[in-house]
């Protein structure tokens, strides 16, 4: 794109009012006793953090990845560029020879998402997981060479989340050994399947599986949509993109209608479930539940990443509001005395937004690398007992996998808990992050806006946050009749809801504001409370399910958010010499703060459970409020600029004038507002005129 020539010289003088950003920021630096690059490590490694940076100067330096084009065109313009960076992308890690996580990072540095979204993930991963040896030589091996570029059609048009409701069948014909996939409803088009739209040549369908007139529920089927040399779609199948979205808009999200269409016996993926093509015969290898790991996947995903996610908009707004001044302080200004203007991180109120969602990027983090971590061990456990031979290969649990940590007692009920909750807390928090830009905030070169518009779609995507709610509090129910009845599995969830059954009478006495170790019990009592309050209601009373939602929903929360705390209170007390080794004393206590502040500030915004159970007093609640999280918020505040710092986010990577790590915001904003297209046009403005653009290439 061609850039403006430079203003004129009398333009080219003029800075900004002091103080200047720069100077601010290193203020702000020079005054944190925080140790950046030792946090940073502690959150990635010191592995991690060079190869993104050598990764980085490799994208950066490709044209296709400049990234102050892309705020000004259309969607047609940006799906071009978005198979163009995708393919870049792909020769990039074939000449750099990148493993598959090298090749993420480039993704994310890349800046939005590509066509090739849902190949490199879901694509893959299902291929892998629940392909034979046989299907992984015919699909998994082209796919990983990309030669069958795939997608995972899984939603309809109308059913998403209640994947047993989908209507696309796969019908088993014994006569000639296929499965006939039919689509007998409008509502049975696949919608919102990542690069189908324009660029997937297969798709992973999911579609309820009959044979001999019995449904046997979903299963997957590998089919070829697309003819391989024209990519024009294969007869009887209608595909296409399903068009412009709130945000997301570089992935061609489709749509899919299948007339009939035949495919091999060896196109279901049959790890798990298998039709015999001699005998009609319908077995299961495992679990019935084992054929949606892919979903678990995915979930136990977006837990581990939702912590940078809302990091970004931290960063961004954390940096702004320390170089942004409004007003003067108005005690000082009643006192006479000559302040200037304020720092806007300075204002309680600007701090309360945002400090405690600094505190939830590294609470988050975590979670979900715990997650992350309990996911692996399942699937390693899994793939031990279908080698054993098991005939119900559900996997270990988590108690058995991990006796040491007993935090996630069961993987699919706390992917979905976590999932829910995590990229709840980020999604809403960057909305706080953006509106605490103030009008800059609107601007889509704050970088929050365009982030905030791509990532909004998690919380309804692989399950909508409401519904899976419904998942945890069925588990939690299901141990709390386990406990009752004395046959308990030995984990977590259910040694919580032991010891409130033995203290219900006489209750608890959690400081809060004095013991760390009794904040994370607080947060158990309020969850087993929770639980036995709804066990209640649903056995005792007979309480319909539907009239429960709202009550599980809490549950759940209450639950998920207990597990955040407990994994934030393992990270930086269960060994603070060690914590204090890797970071040093200054930055081990402000992480112990970042602790207490998201624990109590959770506190106060739940006030009502955790007084209403028992976890805390009415009088700790009001102290919580008044000493514990407002001086926290004065202890934390110096610190602020260099703990999001430690997130190590590149300004190529934010991609926002306000968010710059030198602190030059209103110099860019400035700059990018000159070069933008707009100001190359020569509007003709007059009403009885027919012509609209008098000319292109004006300068200003």
């Known amino acids: ?55 980085e100067k490799i994208v950066a330096a490709e044209p296709v990845f400049d990234k102050t084009e892309l705020l000004s065109m259309g969607r047609v313009e940006r799906m071009q560029r978005s198979l163009a960076r995708g393919k870049k992308l792909k020769q990039l890690q074939k000449q750099h020879n990148w493993s598959f996580e090298d090749y993420k990072v480039a993704n994310t540095i890349a800046g939005e998402p590509t066509t090739y979204g849902l190949h490199d993930s879901m694509w893959l991963v299902t291929l892998r997981e629940q392909g034979t040896p046989e299907q992984h030589k015919l699909f998994l091996e082209p796919a990983l060479a990309n030669k069958y570029i795939g ?10 989340s209640n994947v047993r409701g989908l209507e696309t069948t796969a019908t088993w014909d014994p006569t000639d050994k296929t499965f006939v996939l039919n689509s007998p409803y409008l509502t049975a088009s696949k919608w919102w399947i990542g690069s189908l739209g324009k660029v997937a040549n297969h798709a992973i369908v999911m579609a309820q599986l009959f044979v001999n007139g019995k449904n ?46 035949k495919i091999p016996h060896i196109n279901m993926l049959a790890r798990f479930n298998v039709v015999d093509p001699e005998t009609s015969e319908y077995r299961r290898v495992g679990s019935p539940s084992l054929i949606y790991g892919t979903l678990t996947w ?20 954390t940096r702004y509001c320390a170089v942004r001044r409004q007003f003067q302080d108005r005690d000082a200004e009643e006192a006479g005395l000559k302040t200037g203007e304020t720092a806007v991180l300075n204002y309680k109120m600007v701090q309360q937004r945002l400090l405690p969602l600094l505190a939830a990027t590294y609470a988050l983090h975590f979670t979900g690398r715990g997650m992350m971590a309990m996911y692996n061990a399942n699937q390693e456990a899994m793939n031990k007992n279908l080698a054993a031979g098991a005939k119900d290969a559900r996997g270990a649990g988590p108690e058995e996998l991990n006796p040491g940590a007993e935090l996630l007692a069961d993987l699919h009920a706390t992917s979905c808990g976590l999932k829910a909750l995590g990229s709840t807390i980020a999604v809403e928090g960057l909305e706080v992050t953006r509106r605490a830009c103030g009008g800059h905030g609107f601007s889509s070169y704050s970088g929050i806006g365009p982030w905030y518009a791509d990532y909004l779609p998690t919380a309804t995507w692989e399950g909508d946050n409401y519904m899976l709610t419904q998942q945890v509090a069925r588990y939690l129910l299901k141990t709390a009749r386990q406990v009752i009845d004395g046959v308990a599995p030995k984990n977590e969830t259910a040694e919580i809801l032991q010891f409130y059954i033995s203290r219900k009478d006489t209750g608890v006495a959690n400081d809060v504001l004095n013991n760390d170790a009794d904040i994370v019990r607080a947060f158990a009592w309020r969850t087993a409370f929770l639980t036995l309050e709804a066990l209640k209601l649903r056995d005792k009373e007979k309480k319909s399910w539907n009239s429960l939602l709202v009550a599980f929903w809490r549950l759940s929360t209450a639950h998920s958010q207990y597990l955040v705390v407990r994994n934030f209170y393992d990270a930086v007390f269960k060994d603070p010499a060690r ?86 915001v209103y110099q860019d904003l400035f700059e990018r507002a000159r070069n933008n297209p707009v100001n190359e046009l020569i509007f003709d403005p007059y009403p009885d005129s027919d012509v609209l653009i008098k000319r292109t290439g004006a300068k200003l």
Request: aromatic letters at 6%; a neutral charge; proline letters at 6%.
């Open 151 to 160: 997608c995972y059609a899984q939603t309809e048009l109308g059913h998403g």
């Open 1 to 55: 794109m061609p850039r403006q020539p430079p203003p004129p010289e009398w333009v080219q003088k003029l800075q900004p009012s002091s103080p200047q950003g720069a100077d601010l920021l290193a203020a702000e630096r020079a005054g944190s006793g925080v140790n950046v690059d030792r946090l940073a490590e502690l959150l990635h490694t010191r592995e991690v953090l060079d190869k993104r940076a050598a990764i």
């Open 579 to 664: 914590l204090a080794g890797n970071v040093g004393d200054v930055t081990a206590d402000v992480l112990q703060d970042l602790f207490r502040l998201f624990a109590l500030n959770t506190i106060e915004n739940h006030a009502a459970e955790f007084v209403t159970s028992g976890a805390i007093t009415n009088n700790q609640l009001t102290l919580a409020r008044v000493k514990g999280v407002s001086n926290l918020l004065d202890r934390i505040r110096p610190h602020a600029v260099k703990l999001v710092d430690a997130w190590s986010f590149s300004d190529f990577l934010l991609a926002s004038s306000l968010g710059r790590y030198d602190g030059k």
């Open 298 to 317: 995915v979930r136990s995903t977006i837990v581990l990443e939702a912590g940078a996610a809302l990091a970004r908009g931290v960063t961004v707004a």
């Open 216 to 261: 046997h529920g979903p299963h997957p089927f590998v089919l070829q949509i697309r003819d391989l040399k024209t990519h024009e779609p294969l007869p009887n199948i209608y595909v296409g993109d399903q068009g412009p979205k709130f945000g997301y808009n570089s992935m061609d999200n489709g749509f899919m209608l299948l007339n009939k269409v």
